[in-house]
């Protein structure tokens, strides 16, 4: 069998869905789209950045007989600090949990809904890697807004996605190689997203 090549290379599709309190995906008005999935693709510009840190907790020593004789490894909080280019409105309000008053504005709320999210890159030789965090609570806190001048200042969406546990994995995350042998995308689809099936609909998104 022929060894992958590692590493990777640059963000190529991030997707984003809306999850209840039971962890399954919301479909429709409810969700981000028809199906639940919303796909940022280059339609909304794309995803510039995903910085995934925290994946695992530090290494604590285990001392005996006068030295180190194990180790414990504690779980990692681990952080996603995004940057989207253009996010549609509706979808950065809802991810946010930010309340609509019917009349065009939204207030922000504590209260975070549950978000899964896939980020998906390629090694060397081409094959897929995806990173899938199927429970986590967005958050954006800076808006640095600067005037134009004979160049216009565009303002990403900067959001930090925090990641929580996913029951059935016992972590908060879990990585899906497209080279291992037994990959199905419709399964990591399924695990990631709460039961999503691709029967579902499309990825409109929901107003």
């Given amino acids: 069998m022929a060894m992958t090549k590692g590493g990777t290379i640059g963000v190529d599709l991030v997707t984003l ?15 981000l789209s028809t199906n639940g999935i919303f796909i940022i693709t280059d339609e909304v510009l794309g ?21 180190a004789v194990d180790s414990s490894t504690g779980k990692g909080n681990t952080s ?8 549609p ?4 309000h809802k991810i946010l949990g930010d309340v609509s008053d019917g009349k065009g504005g939204w207030l922000p709320s504590q ?30 806190t800076a808006l640095n807004l600067q005037t134009s001048t004979n160049t216009e200042q565009r303002v990403t969406d900067q959001m930090t996605y925090t990641a929580l546990d996913v029951p ?9 190689e497209s080279s291992d042998a037994g990959f199905s995308e419709a399964t990591m689809m399924s695990e990631v997203f709460g039961g999503y099936t ?5 990825t409109t998104p929901a107003k």
Avoid: C
């Avoid at 409105?89 to 950065?92: A, G, L, N, Y």
């Fill in 198 to 202: 691709a029967s579902t609909g499309t």
């Fill in 168 to 176: 059935a994995w016992k972590q908060n995350h879990k990585t899906y």
């Fill in 80 to 87: 996603i600090a995004f940057v989207f280019n253009a996010l």
């Fill in 47 to 67: 995803t510039n950045q995903a910085n995934v840190t925290n994946l695992e907790g530090t290494v604590t020593e285990i001392y005996g007989n006068n030295g």
């Fill in 89 to 92: 409105t509706d979808v950065k």
């Fill in 111 to 140: 209260i975070k809904p549950r978000v899964a999210t896939l980020i998906q890159s390629h090694h060397l030789d081409g094959s897929d890697v995806f990173y899938g965090f199927g429970n986590g609570k967005f958050t954006m």
């Fill in 17 to 31: 869905a809306l999850l209840d309190d039971s962890g399954k995906l919301l479909t429709g008005d409810n969700g």
